[in-house]
């Protein structure tokens, strides 16, 4: 009996040499998750009945060998395409040969076709639309099975948008003198005329650049002091397109209150002109392409009049040129990021995480992949940060979870417990050659 238990001694002590073995060995490997063995005692068959007192042990077995889906350490990479999960869930790859694997190693690349791929080439899954005219991709507003596909990033840039929109943001000095319009008509060549001016880049439908300037010119001060607030000042805005007076248009005329604040805008473009529906807003058709003008919407409530200097705050419009992919960003909720030359940023896709019911029914497969089983139910798909699932750190990757010190002290006790039991071996084997003698 002796004998059998040093045999199981010695195979479960090998075992667990074996996954002491394996965790030294994938130490530095990404994503690589700690194991353990689990042991059993082991009984020979009761003797007589089921009399506990005389069964007779033959040592230990091992029942499992259970990883350790820890979190390991955050390193941070040089690929902005590596993503380290902070918390619960695996990322889903397709594999070549079919199927689907989770992994928690986050070492991603793009290959010739565009897809976000692994160091095997297998694909990372994630949520994104396609457009199947056009090709171009982006994220879906909301993460579903119809959008559920691997992860591509588009080889083409982004097209031209056109200027539908701009806003002003500035001051208008209360303190400068009015020009009378009538004596002094505005002139964009002669400063004399106008009492400030600005300009901002717009867009046209095939996303050429034009320059369109605006002209502010002091037209009066107190206008009614009856009302409440009372109402001072006017000022005629005129906008000049690529610098051609031939485009010279006098759009509006901007009524300010006692408190520096827009009070009235009164439209006064010479071509089709939707009346202001909040006071501050207009439509103007602003001929930025003799065939097709474009009608944008210029939104002037943010312009104050106070002391001080004329000056511009901000100036924004949302069309933009042709562009091309420049970089790529990753959120902390998967969001995948586009940046484009024109310094346009859109969304193109969301990296999926993948959670199972129990870590430990999965069965790996070799390169930090693991694949569902029965034991690890079914897998519950999502997007990072929702419900229980971990968010992602880009640029950065997860170390393996093996604290060397404490494997290589486990090696010690497992490599002394291995010799014990090989000489317990040795001296069975000592007593029966000396019976064997005896006879």
């Known amino acids: 009996m002796a004998f059998q238990q040093g045999l199981s001694g010695l195979s479960s002590s090998s075992k667990a040499l074996d996954v002491i073995s394996n965790n030294v060995a994938n130490a530095s490997t990404v994503g690589f998750k700690n194991s353990g063995t689990v042991f059993a005692d082991a009984y020979a068959s009761s003797l007589t009945g089921a009399v506990s007192k005389i069964q007779i042990g033959i040592g230990s077995a091992v029942q499992a060998v259970r990883q350790a889906f820890t979190q390991g350490n955050v390193t941070t990479t040089s690929n902005p395409l590596d993503m380290a999960i902070n918390g619960n869930g695996f990322f889903e790859i397709e594999l070549q040969n079919g199927g689907y694997a989770l992994t928690r190693n986050g070492q991603f690349d793009i290959n010739k076709q565009g897809y976000i791929i692994t160091a095997l080439g297998d694909r990372l899954m994630g949520y994104q639309t396609v457009d199947p005219v056009s090709g171009d991709v982006a994220a879906p507003a909301t993460s579903s099975v119809d959008s559920f596909r691997p992860l591509i990033v588009p080889a083409s840039g982004i097209g031209a948008v056109q200027t539908t929109e701009m806003s002003l943001n500035l001051n208008l000095s209360a303190d400068a003198e009015t020009i009378d319009g009538a004596a002094m008509p505005l002139d964009p060549s002669d400063p004399l005329t106008y009492t400030y001016s600005t300009g901002i880049k717009i867009f046209d439908t095939l996303g050429k650049e034009h320059t369109l300037s605006f002209y502010f010119a002091r037209r009066t001060d107190v206008v009614d002091t009856t009302t409440a607030p ?68 210029l939104a002037m409530n943010s312009i104050t009049q106070f002391g001080g200097e004329s000056k511009p705050r901000e100036l924004v419009q949302n069309g933009a040129a042709p562009g091309e992919i420049a970089g790529l960003a990753i959120s902390r909720n998967g969001v995948i990021q586009a940046r484009y030359t024109n310094g346009v940023s859109k969304d193109i896709g969301i990296v999926n995480l993948t959670t199972v019911r129990n870590n430990n029914g999965l069965s790996p497969i070799g390169n930090n992949y693991w694949v569902e089983t029965p034991e690890s139910g079914g897998f519950a798909r999502g997007t990072p940060g929702n419900g229980m699932n971990g968010v992602i750190s880009a640029g950065q990757v997860e ?41």
């Open 399 to 439: 170390e393996s979870n093996v604290d060397l010190t404490q494997e290589l002290v486990q090696m010690i006790i497992q490599q002394r417990n291995y010799q014990a039991n090989a000489q317990s071996i040795r001296t069975q084997d000592q007593i029966l050659q000396t019976l064997v003698n005896l006879r």
């Open 230 to 297: 009372p109402s001072y000042s006017e000022w005629d805005v005129y906008t000049v397109v690529d610098n051609d007076p031939g485009t010279l248009t006098h759009n509006s005329t901007l009524g300010f209150d006692g408190l520096g604040r827009v009070a009235e805008v009164t439209p006064h473009a010479t071509a089709a002109v939707t009346p202001p529906t909040n006071g501050s807003v207009f439509s103007a058709l602003l001929g930025t392409d003799a065939v097709n003008p474009s009608e944008a919407t």
